[in-house]
């Protein structure tokens, strides 16, 4: 079977999820205690290049935000609080 879906609302959400809270991002980090180091490698990054998505000077993708996620066990409303913060 095919199915076809509206991918409007997934590019909309991906080009939001760079506006992530990266101050809440890392309190979960630290609560979970994982470093930098440790949540990169499991998201098969560089630590350096997750740096950069953190800082917002690079787009996180979903699939890494939902990874993000899963590995931190965040709620949907904590995940939509760091990944897509109000302004």
């Given amino acids: ?14 080009r939001e999820v760079n506006r992530m809270d990266a101050n809440k991002l ?7 205690d994982l470093n930098v180091a440790q949540v990169a490698d499991k998201l ?11 800082s917002g000077k ?8 939902m990874n993000l996620k899963e590995l931190l066990g965040l ?7 760091i990944f897509l913060p109000k302004e």
């Fill in 1 to 14: 079977r095919c199915y076809l879906v509206d991918v409007a609302p997934v590019r909309q959400i991906q």
């Fill in 26 to 32: 890392k309190a979960k980090m630290i609560e979970n």
């Fill in 44 to 54: 098969g990054l560089h630590k350096s290049s997750f740096y950069i998505k953190m």
């Fill in 58 to 65: 690079d787009q996180m993708t979903v699939s890494e935000a």
């Fill in 75 to 81: 709620s949907n409303a904590e995940a939509l609080d």
